[in-house]
């Protein structure tokens, strides 16, 4: 009966870690996305601030 518990117990500890990992792993999906997103509109934000070139005719991809 001893063995039955712990088996019992290990597996509960073995489901707990997977859904924790798979917490964490959609995380930082989503973090990573969000990061890409940040940096884009910095990048824009870069070259529309530097008033001496005009880059928008230049880079089709700043105006979307």
Do not use: C, F, P
């Amino acid at each position: 009966m001893n063995e039955a518990n712990k088996q019992k117990q290990r597996n509960r500890h073995i489901r707990d870690a997977t859904d924790i990992n798979m917490q964490h792993a959609y995380e930082i999906k989503r973090e990573s996305v969000a990061r890409h997103a940040r940096a884009r509109v910095q990048k824009v934000s870069e070259v529309l601030d530097n008033r001496q070139i005009d880059y928008g005719k230049h880079m089709m991809w700043l105006r979307r």
